[in-house]
């Protein structure tokens, strides 16, 4: 009996911290403008629509997921929105509610990119990743990472630079790259006892990307490295890779 | 008892009195301010129009809230793994996805278990590996697809989304001292308790080239784990 008052304490601290850890904030309210809104019961075309808010109404946007808005009508019923209903709502002020949707004028411009690729480098098999920031749609910041498993050498590559897109609207879109880099090579063992090494590296690189449908879209791109090494001339790496990419 | 009503009534109308003077006083000279502007806007009237509506009312910013975004995911998951020829172990890992579409999911992947002994080992007592080369590491980069999706339901009252998915990449992995390109495919179960949290079941193959017995050989190393994950 003793216990039960600081368990009671307890949950009401809960309680009044609910709100303040991961519930007080404002929602976005946009208003249907279309005869009904339907609500589905999950985020994906095949959950069954439940119910329906009616012209004028209102909805409160809860939480984005993919092409589904997550909303709760003014009597607090909560369900799905498809991307496609929300294009037909306003905000309180009357204009028209607009947000980043995967398209093909997103794949002209956008913000962020992710990708991942398949290739070689300097003859051994790469894997890479990337991602990329765009200052408007034609120039970009990347940053890519891969490792490259081959016969006689092992390692990783970071490259770092700038991306300029031609033709940014085409669904070909050619583009070529110049930036900054390390390499780290681990030789496998062989006769005498190889020493790894981490050298820095600038390239220049040119490459395509294809826009695929919503938000993918294809990349292929060959980058020429000049690594500087300690030795008496610097080395030239070939990479290609492709792969597909991404933006959000 | 009566007295204290009484005295307090007495104080109450003294108060009331005391602000409707006090009221008053400003009044009045509100009265006198706007005896004074009125004069003023009479001479004025004289050379402009008077001003219904002003037009410089500043514009109100409405600040539009946020939608926040829920497609990335995080998880853990632990279970086992069969090494080729090495066994089956206990094998755990992270996952870290980015879910693009309803459909597809960009998923990269990292885990760890420390393989077995060979028959071969057992029956010559021979060790062909250090025990830091029995580790076991891989981590994978995989696209993935959502496909029946679906609900389940507990009881009356409780509805989970759920879904099947495929996926497939490429990858790495660091075993017996080399690391080896690897490509890695499988598929799963997904249920989501609320929208944030996720509950898994995958199985995965991890397939990738290998000399070590002996013969060059694909090696396929199957994967079975239970997972957890959250979404931000």
Known sequence: MQRLPSARYLLLVLFLATPGLCGAREYLQVFVVTPYLELHTGPGRGYPVFNVVERDGSVDVLVRYTEWFKVRTERGV???????????????????????????????????????????????????????????????????????????????????????????????????????????????????????????????????????????????????????????????VDEWKLGFAFFF | METGIRVLLLSAALALGGCASIHHLFHRHDDADAQASNDADAADSDAHPPRVIDPDVERRKIKVPQIHSQNVEFGIQYGALSVENFGTNPVYGFTAAYHITEDFFFQGAFGRSQAGRTSFETLSNINLLTPSERYFTYYDLSLGYNFLPGEIFLGRKTAMTSAFYVLAGIGSTDFAGDSKFTVNFGGGYRVLPTDWMAVHVGVEDHVFQSDLLGVDKLTNNLEVVIGASVFF
Do not use: C
């Open chain 1, 78 to 236: 909560v369900g799905w929105v498809a991307e496609g209903d929300m294009l037909h709502t306003v905000l309180a002020d009357g204009s028209p509610f607009t947000f980043n949707r995967g398209d093909r004028a997103g794949f002209t411009s956008h913000r962020f990119e992710m990708g991942m690729f398949a290739g070689s480098y300097g003859g051994a098999t790469l894997i890479s990743s990337y991602g990329s920031f765009s200052f408007n749609s034609q120039l970009a910041a990347e940053v890519s990472v891969g490792q490259f498993l081959g016969n006689v050498s092992n390692g990783v590559v970071a490259d770092f630079g700038l991306t300029h897109v031609f033709l940014p609207d085409w669904r070909w879109s050619p583009f070529v790259m110049l930036g900054t880099g390390v390499v780290h090579t681990e030789p496998k063992a062989t006769l005498v006892q190889p020493v790894n090494r981490t050298e820095q590296t600038a390239y220049v690189g040119g490459g395509m990307r294809y826009y695929l449908t919503r938000r993918f879209f294809l990349r292929a791109e060959y980058k020429t490295h000049v690594v500087f090494t300690k030795l008496n001339s610097n080395e030239v």
